[in-house]
């Protein structure tokens, strides 16, 4: 009897061990986290520069906080794309989004219009005015083109790719399609509206679409960043920092 007792023992130990570092290497397994493939620069790849302009920077009529701040990292990675491509709101005076085309409306404030609900901005990025001009620091010589967007009078433009009413193209997907391009990685201002909207229609585009979060700054109002990014996460658009790119 105290033979068979001892034999149960060593049985029940070994048996414990052995549950022991299943669990332990399942733990493991679930604090892996999925390795992703650095991210491709080459021909058939486009730096989308959103937006920055004088009056969404520190100083402008619809200044996103430290807005600014994108330049420096924008103008370092941009140098290591062939392809560069920036988006420019371009609103002509009394665009319906402007909250004084309303009169008794404020700024911020949102509304319906025959597309849809319409956030109220102050009067902002008027064709042929400073704040429209691109801050003076960005330094691209490379970029081949320029999409404005926003310069028709009654329907606001986020998007480099469609504009607000869903149904309006800008033409940037035709342009990168008949230029082979196959990725879009996306920067500027503000995250939550006009990089969220155009690297979202990146992807429903069918490019491979990624955005640099550092080379972003966003307004975030009411809740609207934390939507962003998860809308972005539906459409698998990949969330990387500068230091993610190849040099």
Same mark, same amino acid.
């Given at each position: 009897? %105290?033979?068979?007792? !001892?034999?149960?023992?060593? =049985? ?17 397994? %679930? ?11 080459? =021909?058939?790849?486009?730096? *989308? ?19 600014? =701040? ?6 370092? *990675? ?73 310069? !028709? ?13 869903? !149904? ?12 082979? *391009? ?32 550092? %080379? ?9 960043? $934390?939507? $962003?990014? $998860? ?17």
């Amino acid at each position: 009897m %105290a033979e068979r007792l !001892r034999i149960d023992r060593r =049985e029940l130990i070994a048996g414990a061990t052995a549950l022991t570092a299943v669990a332990a290497a399942g733990a493991g397994k %679930a604090q892996e986290k999925p390795v992703q493939d650095k991210p491709v620069i080459d =021909e058939r790849t486009v730096l *989308i520069v959103v937006d920055v302009q004088n009056d969404f920077c520190p100083g402008g009529s619809l200044a996103v906080a430290k807005g600014d =701040e994108v330049v420096p990292v924008i103008n370092a *990675i941009a140098k290591r794309f062939a392809n560069v491509v920036l988006t420019q709101d371009w609103h002509p005076p009394g665009h319906a989004s402007f909250a004084s085309s309303h009169p008794g409306r404020k700024p911020f404030e949102t509304i319906e219009m025959p597309y849809g609900p319409q956030v109220l901005w102050p009067d902002h990025c008027v064709q042929g005015t400073k704040g429209a001009e691109f801050h003076a620091d960005l330094d691209l010589p490379q970029a081949q083109t320029i999409i404005r967007k926003g310069y !028709r009078r009654d329907i606001d433009s986020y998007s480099g790719f469609v504009e607000a009413d869903r !149904r309006t193209p800008t033409g940037l997907t035709g342009y990168l399609r008949e230029r082979g *391009i196959l990725r879009a990685v996306v920067v500027g201002l503000a995250t939550d509206f006009c990089v969220n909207w155009t690297a979202q229609d990146a992807a429903k585009a069918g490019f491979e679409t990624l955005v640099v979060e550092d %080379a972003c700054r966003a307004i975030d109002l009411d809740g609207s960043l $934390a939507k $962003a990014w $998860a809308g972005m996460a539906e459409l698998d658009i990949r969330r990387i920092s500068a230091r993610d790119l190849p040099g």
